[in-house]
């Protein structure tokens, strides 16, 4: 069974793992590290999970091979969010 996102908004969209890997990729992780964070991410998720669940899946992960990536993640996710509220008013 296909895993689904729940994002923000309410709508769904499917899962990607190479979404993961990308925003990863972009926060200063190595390939290998996007992938292994990926992986371990994918293995965690049943059916539907939504945008903030996963990620914090990811950023507890990312957390484990590469900590500044992490921040740095945690950084970009937070400033999304921000502008996510601001695009709302």
Known sequence: MPVK???????????????????????GATEEQATRVAREVTDQI????????????????LKKVNPAAATEYLRYRAAKAKATKKKKK
Not at 8 to 20: C, L, N, P, S, V
Not at 22 to 27: F, L
């Open 5 to 27: 996102v729940k994002k923000k908004d309410g709508r769904i969209e499917e899962y990607t793992q190479a979404k993961i890997v990308e925003g990863v990729r972009k926060a």
């Open 46 to 61: 049943v059916t539907v999970v939504t945008t903030t669940q996963l990620a914090k899946l990811v950023a507890a992960s």
